[in-house]
């Protein structure tokens, strides 16, 4: 059946309206130009599904409508497979009528939960479990638990596959009371336990990756211990099929810190978690502890220690929270370091997470910060604590934005890590002694003046272009469309020039000097050199949010300076007056500081296309670095980034520091990118902050050869191991952790029954470019290599590859970082049922790994991918089919989509 869909008549018009809103569109007009937005309400968006399964362009259909012409789309009449058939359910219900099949499903609520249930089963796992009992037995209760963990039932040859793998096979038997060699009787024992407990533990485990699987089944004991834990846990008794929060145990499973030789790597010590007591540390016995404490522990007391911290929860800020968050997220800080954490860094990091965690990102990248160094910054926050409430914010301003340039910096490789380390200790230890405006004012300059010496190697040839070389690298140039974002940027946030502040505040400091000082000199005053916004008349602002942004109105700091000119070239001219004056002046620019500082950092994040920087020239000025407007909040100092979108008052703000401004910016551009289905802006702005963070000008062609060489590596594998029983068995032993269960048995099972389509449609590129890793470690050497295969290896013997963390995504919450990095994680069917959309937006950001497998087949240069990342995502993106956010597989679809006309395309605009 054809619809078709125009506003060229009453009649058309009103028909359309009644279409669109079955399929939960809303038509818009706004002056005179047609939009159409899909419903936020909860029916409108059960309706897109429609829009979905249907394959409607919404944006091929707005832009239809809006030229006037009418669009139609399609609604095939076609016979719908019932798995895994219809005899089957007709045998096993004889006495349920079943002509109209769907109306059936929906007629008995209990087999439409039945169905979903086989259907998470793959047809050797279905027929292993069913024999040729039929499906009666599944009825009930069974059915539920198959329709939430039946995606971790697999049959591998005639065992079942089993989280851990087949030396795990005895643990599962044992606690199951049935043999995994019996996959019959083993499942059917999973389903028919008092409690799902264990079926929930068994599809949790399932979930993570291959090394952390082998440390939870290393042995019966250390199972049960965990289970035991776990069965005490409301997500062990969930039986509904809504989305679940991601747990303190569910962290524990797939990121407490594991070594190659399988134990658990304690940040300073194991002595020191041992003695963990809440917000605390028992500080008598960490001072008793002696110098050769070890890192790792024997396997019992990792146990103990974990299931400790785990079971220990304090409430700091009116947030719950366990002991294990503090463990890994000083564990994130650890994996990043060069040298590991001392136990007194770890100490002072587990000591202060609860007030200071959201700073932590920065520790990341700043990876040779001592324990003196963590002192500083603790120090220095306390005392901006005791400063008055705006002046509070400034300094924020200045502490966040400076140590970002470092950041920045440091990840450009304008710095090195130690520079890097010494630069964050001056700063904290300079801004920690500036005990008025005046002060602070100095201190950022001198500060700044000294990162741009180390970034631009002791040349400062001017402070706005070395700043901009020490961030862009070789996309510094104005030139460069990447240099010209980031000029235009500054200029619609009408930010002030850091050598413009420089100036001022250097002629006025030279006043300073003892008396026989040389006669001051003018201060060139152009009006525009600081630039001012204007409130919106029309907007009622008031309070604490009206003086924070009128702190930046550069009215005071002219006045002073006009009266300062009037002073230089005076006859008249008093040293004492200008010495009152400069004073003055110091004092007044310190919010032209703060914004001169933190310009560049929105800069960088931003691009002049995004419709908040350029309908927003306020944007700046509304930063604020804590949540000063809400009483109770103000105490709290160091913020997480975020974007906080509103209609009212101003509108929408950036809050927090800068340690996580990537994902934060993120957010704030991804209102102006559409997509094809319900994803939500999670996704988008993750992909975003993947793309914007990535330091472009560090990959090297290299880099795209060899993440090209491991995926078709990969994939040579998948085929070899038809022909080749060792092949086979590698591969399945690899493939656990990298796949949920449930995919891994299509793709095996796929290879050996020769249905290429299925095992192509079982595994991702990214999965394939972690498996072209795993081939590289279990094959080093090989008689027969092929000409991929050889290549590889030489690639990898060059130690080419460096910068394969350039095309990853951003992983904050697995690694606490605000940096790319092409990191292992669980499979993404661990993410579905988390109701915190972030995390499966985090997990799917791999965009940019689709776009260099195929620059790399086209002969593009790494040079030329930067302007082409964001219009091809965009395009992806406007592509995709997501039902909702949790749709991983609709979205890398249409990562997948994008052809090489399409970059060939891009690269030509």
Known sequence: MTVLLSLNGNDERNRTQSVLKLLGLQLHTENGQIRLDRGERQSQSRKQDILDALKIDDLGLE??????????????????????SAKM??????????????LTLLRYPWMARLYVGMSTLDRRTL?????????????????????????????????????GGRAAGPVWSQLAGASTDHPREFYQALLD?????????????????????AFFTANLERTKRFYTLFATLPESQTLTGGAVADTSFSKLLRSVPIDDEGHIAFPGSAEIWAL???????????????????????????????????????????????????????????????????????????????????????????SAIDASGFRSFFGLADGIARQPLLERQLEMGQLNSLIEWVVLARRQGAIDDTEAANLFA????????????????????????????????????GWDHTLRACLLGASAGKGDQRGKDYEIVLDEQKAPSIDVVRSIVWTAEAALTPVGAPHPAVIAQDKTALPAVLLPGEVKVIGKEKDAVLLYDPAPVQKLIDEWNQNAGSSSYSAATARKL???????????????????????????????VSGDPLLLRKHRYFNFVVPGEEHSLVRESEFIATSEGLGSWMEGGFSQFG??????????????????????????????????????????????????????????????????????????????????????????????????????????????????????????????????????????GAGLDILGRIPNHVLGCSHTHLVSDAPYEEYERLIVPTYMAERTAEFKLFLAYRAYNLGVQPADLPEAAEPLAAKAFSASRMADYHDWRSLLSAYASISSDDLKNALEQ
């Open 63 to 84: 832009e239809a409508l809006r030229a006037g012409k009418s669009f139609t789309f399609l609604i095939h009449d076609e016979y719908a497979e019932i798995y895994p």
């Open 89 to 102: 359910w007709k045998d096993s219900f004889p006495k349920q009528q079943q002509s109209q099949f769907a």
């Open 127 to 163: 027929q292993a479990l069913i024999g040729n009992s039929g499906l009666y037995w599944f009825t009930g209760r069974p059915a539920d638990l198959l329709s939430l963990y039946g995606a971790s039932f697999a049959v591998e040859g005639e065992r079942a596959s089993v989280p």
């Open 193 to 213: 336990q008092k409690s799902p407990s264990l079926l929930a533990y068994y599809y949790a485990l399932s979930n993570i990756d291959q090394r952390h699987q």
């Open 276 to 366: 963990a007591k809440g917000n605390s540390f028992d500080e008598e016995h960490v001072a008793r502890i002696s110098e050769k404490t070890s890192r790792t522990a024997p396997p019992e007391v990792e146990d103990e220690i974990l299931l400790r911290l785990l079971a220990t929860r304090y409430k700091s800020h009116s947030v719950t929270s366990s002991e294990l968050d503090v463990f890994l997220t000083v564990a994130g800080v650890d994996a990043h370091r060069t040298k590991l954490l001392d136990e007194e860094s770890a100490l002072l990091l587990a000591q202060h997470y609860g007030e200071f965690s959201p700073a932590y990102p920065y520790f990341t990248d700043l």
């Open 426 to 461: 001056r700063v904290c230890d300079r801004l920690a002694g500036a005990n008025d405006e005046a002060a602070r004012t100095l201190a950022s300059i001198d500060l700044a003046q000294a990162i741009l010496k180390d970034c631009g190697h002791g040349a400062v040839n």
């Open 582 to 612: 400069a004073g003055e002046i110091l004092k007044a620019i310190e919010p032209q500081v703060t914004l001169a500082l933190a310009a560049p950092v929105y800069a960088y994040f931003f691009r002049s296309s995004d419709r908040v």
């Open 663 to 800: 994902l934060a910016s993120g957010f704030a551009a991804a209102a102006g990118w559409k997509q094809g289905g319900s994803g939500g802006s999670a996704v988008v702005a993750a992909e975003i902050a993947a793309i914007r963070s990535a330091t472009w000008n560090q990959l090297l062609d290299a880099d795209l050869q060899f993440a090209t060489l491991r995926i078709l590596a990969a994939r040579e594998w998948i085929v070899a191991s038809a022909q080749d029983s060792e092949r086979f068995t590698s591969l399945s032993q690899e493939t656990y952790g990298l796949l949920s269960l449930s995919r891994r048995a299509d793709l095996l099972n796929g290879i050996e029954e020769r249905d290429w389509r299925e095992v192509w449609a079982s595994i991702t590129l990214p999965d394939l470019f972690r498996l072209g890793g795993s081939y590289l470690r279990r094959y080093p050497n090989e008689p027969s290599p092929s000409q991929v295969t050889a290549q590889l290896r030489v690639t990898a013997a060059a130690d080419h």
